[in-house]
Nanobody, 115 residues
């Protein structure tokens, strides 16, 4: 059973930075495109950024230029560096495969941006 464990969230002021990590158990990490998703209160989960096994990257328009996704295949870990955070970035952030079938969702990590 592959597990996803997200960490690194917290409360930060507008303009601040956070670095999220996602540890993936099992050997599937290196061969799959992975992604970060987020879900704000009352909204549907949305795709934030994705990275293929070969390093091809996608960003949602709302985070382009501010967020950077990366992966370390040797450590089975996915990262999301978030800079210039805005209140509208407040959400629970999750990682998962980019494509179906998705893995069981982890608990996510809360990111709150507020002054």
């Amino acid at each position: 059973q592959v597990q996803l464990v997200e960490s690194g969230g917290g409360l930060v002021q507008p303009g601040g930075s956070l670095r999220l990590s996602c540890a993936v158990s099992g050997s599937i990490f290196s061969i799959n495109a992975m992604a970060w998703y987020r879900q704000a209160p009352g909204k549907e989960r949305e795709l934030v950024a994705a990275i293929s096994s070969g390093g091809i990257i996608y960003y949602a328009e709302s985070v382009k230029g501010r967020f950077t996704i990366s992966r370390d295949n040797a450590k089975n870990t996915l990262y999301l560096q978030m800079n210039s955070l805005k209140p509208e970035d407040t959400a629970v952030y999750y990682c998962n495969k980019r494509t179906a079938p998705k893995l069981d969702w982890g608990q996510g990590t809360q990111v709150s941006v507020s002054s």
